[in-house]
Antibody
Framework: EVQLLESGGGLVQPGGSLRLSCAAS????????MRWVRQAPGKGLEWVST????????YYAASVKGRFTVSRDNSKSTLYLQMNTLRAEDTAVYYC????????????????WGQGTLVTVSS | QSVLTQPPSVSGAPGQRVTISCTGN?????????VHWYQHLPGTAPKLLIY???NRPSGVPDRFSGSKSGASASLAISGLQAEDEGDYYC???????????FGGGTKLTVL
């Protein structure tokens, strides 16, 4: 059974940094691209970033490019999101999700999602 | 403002059928990219309902069906049940933005 468990969320001041983790199990982690998707309070889902299975290729939403960095440690089956220069509008529940196919393709569906971790950016 | 447009809410009585539309443009759905649908119930992780426009993952009841035509897609839910109440999102890819795009979400209320 695929399991994705996010951690690392919390309260941070504007301009601060936070690193999220997503521990994966139940599948060959290195074979699948992974995504971060967020949901601000009262808002819909918003794609944040995608990383290829090997970690060499990354994509970012315009709203976070230059501030967020996605990475992965395949030896630990763990996905990361380093968030810098945080803003109030980054306040959201952050979900990690697994692509449904092994080939990197931004257009594919995600077939497994974690429960999310809450990030609150406030002074 | 989401790239893909969904109605904010739909409702129906138990047993009825509802549809949720997802409208894009020539850079995303109209360009031939696939549409996927997710169910997001309160307090749970999003769940994949329909992938590649019309396909159901194993375990998803056949009450849920998807279609696509031109720059739009639709999710139909028949035989509405109380446990279907929640938010539904469409997702696709925009080749002009080079981004994964979601609809704004539709809240389904079972009356």
């Amino acid at each position: 059974e695929v399991q994705l468990l996010e951690s690392g969320g919390g309260l941070v001041q504007p301009g601060g940094s936070l690193r999220l983790s997503c521990a994966a199990s139940g599948f060959t982690f290195s074979s699948y691209a992974m995504r971060w998707v967020r949901q601000a309070p009262g808002k819909g889902l918003e794609w944040v970033s995608t990383i290829s299975g090997g970690g060499a290729t990354t994509y970012y939403a315009a709203s976070v490019k230059g501030r967020f960095t996605v990475s992965r440690d395949n030896s630990k089956s763990t996905l990361y999101l380093q968030m810098n220069t945080l803003r109030a509008e980054d306040t959201a529940v952050y979900y990690c999700s697994k692509n449904s196919v092994t080939a990197l393709n931004l257009g594919v569906a995600d077939d497994s999602w974690g429960q999310g971790t809450l990030v609150t950016v406030s002074s | 403002q989401s790239v893909l447009t969904q109605p904010p809410s739909v409702s129906g009585a138990p047993g009825q059928r509802v549809t949720i539309s997802c409208t894009g443009n020539s850079s995303n759905i109209g360009a031939g990219t696939d549409v996927h649908w997710y169910q997001h119930l309160p307090g749970t992780a999003p769940k994949l309902l329909i992938y590649k426009n019309t396909n159901r993952p194993s375990g998803v009841p056949d009450r849920f069906s998807g279609s696509k035509s031109g720059a739009s897609a639709s999710l139909a839910i028949s035989g509405l049940q109380a446990e279907d109440e929640g938010d539904y999102y469409c997702q696709s890819y925009d080749d002009s933005l080079i981004a994964v795009v979601f609809g704004g979400g539709t809240k389904l209320t079972v009356l």
